[in-house]
């Protein structure tokens, strides 16, 4: 039988009974204010709140760091702010609201405002007053001397004054798309990189002369410029012609990447270090600039050659590679320190399912641990006096926020942002464990026991699978927004009274190359549904789990996951919720390349669909609850309705609830309140409790 909520009906539906039963309420663990974007300029601090889905830029300045609103936004219109940035003298803040625009130009409209929406750069000064729209666009980059910032917009370049009353213009015209922006030392010029499709140049546009310079064009993929501290040279990372990873499927080499110098004056440039063959010979992004320029002449980036991601160092002119950063484990977060000797990253080096700072000089040397314990840390930002790092945090029981590092010690921002009715002491400690895939491979996970579980009991189960699949989910509130909340949902299904288990299978970050590289995953064979077994299979053996009761979830990736486990596996999981998940293969590589034709390639095409829940319907018999928003630009709105034609075809029973006009991430915190109370309501009737 299939049935249909609509989104209003069903929130009253559930409401009361689960809010009651749990002691408290899904709004309340999730209505924590959420740090995000965090930037520094001069004394000032800034990061965006989005509390209840009302995002605003907040700031703290020295010397009291006392963290206070600075926009008044006041609804839940589903509108991000991001990509802050602060003037040098911390007086100015710049940020972007609203999403990207999908193929047809459409700006994400989730409350379907008959005026709809726009993507824009704004300016709010510190001192206080109503913000001003600079223009539509995005990326803001400030310059060094604080008196323009530039953005991109439909691939172009424009420029604004920091001060005064001036709007934006176009700075140039060119060919392709311009991206990876980095303005000069002394702000004279714009290096940029131009996007052509199948190859990219490195761009110099000089703000006097009004022209643009190319560094040494090839028939390659050039990226990330760097400049030199005088200005005279400029390192950027080129990728070899034909690089074309696949889409969900392994990659673990290619042709060796390369570090290119030129000198921006003749556009000349020499190779000053290739990558070895094999691992690492694929180029490795981490968050913040893929090359640095640092004290000394050195040059810092990411390599995976000992099949992790660290940070390595090379002299300018040229030589071998130092290690900055050994160990077993990965860095994320990069920058530099602001005398520029440094590099201060985040790490699960010696803490795999949790996050770190760590600071090493870039000529190599003693790694010092900024901090240590059961928290998390990442987005470092130093302060321009050298005298502190600005940082977001969380913890098991504490969701993101803005903080600083100073004297050793991290004390909150905005401490008191925290509402009063923020569950904090009824969430549990999510304790790790390793689980065994059923081809054998190690896989780690996150247990979340129910309080108040007596000897003997046994207990409803969910397995969790996260989104992406470059994704892993940690030992406390994760650092993306859409984890934050599933995270917050396994702690809410944890009070209900069910176990809890969030899986990281493989595909995933965190656990290394050959891990993230998993061979056969994705659309080339789907060994990630052996990691969905073993999760199954591990929960029907504890002691404290009703084996008969055993249920999964999971958005995006993780929703594919969930139908690939009720498709193959529906005598081990009674029943599932699959949130905008991808249902055949085919038609998810084909929404991020639009040109992809099956037909050409008939035996990957048959590989891709056998990979896919579509392909094992006919053994799919446990009940679905399938949540989709219809202007969803990550997974077409289409491999939901396919899947629901398929189900009802043969008689399993499906509910649904649907969100028209949002995208993949729901924007609003009324739609995702609804998804996960659906959520809950469903394994409720589906599982008990």
């Not at 049935?3 to 009974?17: D, N, Q, R, V, Y």
């Not at 010397?63 to 003298?89: F, H, K, M, N």
């Not at 199948?198 to 064009?217: C, E, M, Q, R, T």
């Not at 926020?401 to 991290?410: E, N, P, R």
Request: no cysteine; hydrophobic share 40%.
């Amino acid at each position: 039988m299939t049935k249909w909520f609509g989104p209003t009906l069903l929130t009253a539906l559930i409401a009361a009974p689960v809010a009651a039963q749990s002691g408290f309420s899904i709004e309340q663990v999730t209505g924590a204010p959420f740090a995000q974007a965090l930037a520094v300029g001069g004394p000032t601090i800034a990061w965006v709140h989005n509390t209840k889905g009302v995002r605003n830029v907040w700031i703290a300045t020295a010397p009291e760091y006392r963290g206070r609103e600075l926009t008044a936004y006041r609804l839940d219109d589903g509108q991000e702010i991001e990509d802050v940035v602060v003037s040098p003298d911390g007086k100015v803040v710049f940020y972007v609201r609203g999403g990207g625009a999908n193929r047809r130009g459409e700006i994400p409209n989730p409350t379907s405002d008959p005026n709809g929406q726009e993507q824009a750069v704004w300016r709010v000064s510190v001192a206080g007053g109503a913000p001003t729209k600079v223009g539509v666009g995005s990326g803001p980059v400030m310059s060094p001397k604080g008196d323009w910032v530039a953005f991109g917009r439909g691939g172009q370049v424009y420029t604004a004054p920091v001060n005064g009353p001036g709007q934006a213009a176009q700075l140039f015209k060119a060919r392709g798309g311009a991206s990876d922006l980095a303005w000069s030392p002394d702000g004279s010029r714009l290096a940029f990189a131009s996007n052509r499709g199948d190859h990219a140049f490195i761009g110099v546009y000089d703000l006097g002369a009004k022209s643009i310079n190319w560094l040494a064009p090839s028939y390659d993929r050039d990226g990330a410029p760097a400049w030199a501290p005088d200005g005279r040279r400029i390192a950027f990372v080129r990728i070899p012609a034909g690089f074309s990873p696949p889409l969900f499927g392994p990659m673990r080499e290619f042709a060796p990447w390369s570090i290119q110098v030129a000198d921006v004056a003749t556009g000349a440039a020499r190779q000053v270090w290739v990558a070895d063959p094999g691992r690492g010979s694929v180029p490795r992004e981490v968050t913040g600039a893929a090359l640095l320029w640092g004290a000394g002449d050195r040059l810092v980036f990411p390599w995976e050659k000992d099949g992790w991601t660290h940070l390595y160092s090379i002299a300018a002119g040229g030589g071998a590679a130092t290690l900055l950063t050994p160990g077993d484990g990965e860095v994320e977060y990069v920058t530099l320190s602001a005398d520029r000797t440094a590099v201060i990253y985040n790490t699960n080096i010696g803490d795999i399912d949790r996050r770190h700072l760590a600071r090493v000089p870039v000529a190599g040397g003693p790694v010092t641990a900024l901090t240590t314990g059961t928290g998390l840390e990442w987005a470092p930002a130093p302060m321009s006096d050298g005298r502190g790092i600005a940082l977001l945090r969380s913890d098991a029981r504490l969701p993101s926020h803005a903080a600083l590092l100073s004297d050793g010690q991290v004390r909150s921002l905005a401490a008191a942002s925290l509402p009063a009715d923020f569950p904090k002491d009824r969430l549990v400690e999510p304790q790790a464990v390793l689980v065994t895939a059923a081809d054998g491979l190690p896989i780690h996970a996150q247990l979340f026991l129910p309080p108040g579980i007596r000897p003997g009991e046994k207990r409803p189960a969910i397995a969790f699978f996260h989104g992406g699949s470059r994704r892993q989910m940690l030992l406390g509130f994760h650092y993306m927004f859409y984890y934050h909340g599933t995270y917050a949902m396994n702690q809410w299904l944890a009070s209900l009274g069910y176990v809890v288990l969030s899986v990281n299978y493989r595909s995933g970050i965190g656990y290394g190359l050959d891990f993230r590289e998993a061979l056969d995953y994705g659309a080339t064979g789907a060994s990630e549904y052996y990691d969905v077994l073993g999760a199954g299979l591990y929960l029907k053996g504890r002691p404290d789990v009703d084996p008969a009761r055993i249920g999964l979830w999971g958005g995006s990736y993780g929703g594919y996951l969930t139908a690939m486990g009720l498709a193959k596996s529906s005598d081990l999981f009674a029943a599932g919720v699959d949130i905008h998940g991808v249902h055949d293969w085919n038609s998810g590589i084909q929404n991020f390349v639009p040109s992809y034709n099956p037909l050409e390639t008939p035996a990957a095409a048959r590989l891709a669909f056998e990979s896919s829940p579509l392909r094992w319907v006919d053994t799919w018999r446990s009940p679905v609850l399938l949540i989709h928003g219809d202007d969803d630009r990550n997974v077409n709105f289409n491999e939901s309705v396919r899947l629901i034609a398929e189900l009802r075809t043969r008689k399993v029973e499906v509910e649904q609830l649907v969100f028209p006009d949002d995208v993949h991430d729901f924007l609003t915190f009324a739609n995702w309140t609804k998804a996960y109370r659906a959520t809950a309501d469903f394994f409720g009737r589906r599982l008990g409790r």
